[in-house]
């Protein structure tokens, strides 16, 4: 789960990491309010979404009047901000940030993510403060330092000053920003975070660090233990679709390719995607069904499948092992018969009850449903149908 920059920041403040004062706005009156509380003649305006790349797509002005302000407000509340990270749908703003400015020494990057091959949360720290880490590490890699951190143990002084050290930092900052980092770790440890980002972190003229942006994001697992974490959780700002998945115990997460895909198990799922991507096509979704899927979630999953329009065919790829076989196929025919299929549905069955599965969808013999014979068979197939070239 995602949250916004201004809540983000609250949690973050709570932690002890310094932030500039700020408050949200839904409206213009609420942004000209926030200007009266905040005191000051500038202040920076930021766009609330759920979405990097805001300042490059329009989403964070600098005003240095009340005017310019007002101006800044009625042009992005509404608007559709369209980012690296939104897709070309955009989001709509409907809420924005009214924030105070401060003077800036030097920006850096700073941020905590999980690395799953170590097991070990580990921050990443750039002098290349304001500009994407991606870009960061595919054009300058070594402008980029990391530590990981024993969570048995946590974070320590000595890797602090280790970033320190690697970022170049004076002797007189590096106190400041040992004090930084132990609290942005203790808040993403403490909240169950998945990732915590700040870009930039700003050192300021008088010598203090500042989180000017922030980012988190949260383990959905672990929610339960953070209920007002939860009750930050926007709705608006998450895709309908993978919303709808969860209500009925459905891993769903929209894609941009044209090769709807249903599959049972995640590891499963991330290698049916990556044999479509072999043979050519794009996967247009990840939906793992789970070990103990019904006709019903199959033919939820297909109802959620069709409802994008990208989706030129369907790849059903099962294994049967808690679920079987003869269920998917259950499943598939009752899919059919509650929701319009129009377009080729490419099924792979294997494991248990499979040539029990094959033969209830032979003797059925519905319109669009194509049986693969293997895994390479079946995406061979789908991504054929997709393009148009299954005959």
Same mark, same amino acid.
């Given at each position: ?63 240095? /009047? ?48 999980? &690395? ?96 000017? &942006? ?162 390479? &068979? ?12 299954? /005959?």
């Amino acid at each position: 789960m995602n949250i916004h920059e201004y809540q983000a920041k609250k949690i973050l403040a709570q932690n002890g990491v310094k932030i500039l004062d700020g408050v949200m706005a839904e409206s213009l009156n609420g942004a000209l309010k926030a200007t009266e509380v905040l005191g000051g003649k500038s202040w920076v305006v930021k766009a609330q979404v759920h979405a990097g790349g805001r300042g490059k797509a329009g989403g964070i002005k600098l005003v240095n /009047s009340v005017e310019e302000l007002k101006e800044a407000v009625k042009n992005m509340l509404g608007m559709k901000l369209i980012t690296h990270q939104t897709g070309p749908e955009g989001k709509e703003v409907k809420k924005v940030y009214i924030e105070k400015t401060v003077v800036i020494k030097q920006e850096f990057y700073l941020g905590i993510v999980l &690395d799953r091959n170590l097991e070990m949360p580990v921050i990443i720290a750039s002098t290349e403060g304001g500009i994407e880490i991606e870009k960061v590490a595919a054009e300058s890699p070594e402008k980029i330092i990391k530590v990981a951190v024993d969570p048995l143990i946590g974070f320590q002084a000595h890797q602090a000053r280790e970033l320190a050290f690697g970022l170049g930092l004076n002797y007189e900052y590096i106190k400041d920003f040992i004090k930084f980092t132990g609290a942005l770790y203790k808040t993403y440890s403490q909240n169950d975070a998945s990732l915590v980002e700040i870009n930039p972190l700003v050192l300021t003229t008088d010598g203090s660090f500042v989180a000017l &942006d922030a980012k988190m994001g949260f383990d959905d697992n672990a929610l339960y233990r953070h209920n007002d974490i939860l009750a930050l959780r926007d709705l608006e700002e998450e895709e309908p679709a993978e919303l709808e998945a969860s209500r009925y115990g459905l891993n769903y997460v929209k894609l941009e390719g044209n090769v709807g895909c249903m599959v049972n198990g995640a590891g499963l799922a991330m290698s049916t995607m990556d044999i479509i991507k072999h043979e050519g096509g794009e996967p247009a979704n990840f939906l793992d069904v789970g070990g103990v899927a019904s006709a019903e979630t199959v033919a939820k999953g297909f109802g959620l499948i069709l409802k994008d329009p990208n989706v030129k065919a369907i790849f059903v790829n099962i294994f049967g092992g808690i679920v079987r076989c003869d269920r998917i196929a259950n499943g598939i025919i009752e899919a059919t018969r509650t929701t319009k299929v129009v377009i080729p549905v490419i099924v792979r069955l294997d494991g248990t009850n499979a040539e029990e599965a094959k033969s209830i969808l032979n003797k059925i013999k519905i319109e669009n449903i194509i049986t693969a014979e293997d895994l390479g &068979d079946g995406a061979r197939k789908a991504v054929a149908a997709a393009r148009g070239e299954l /005959s």
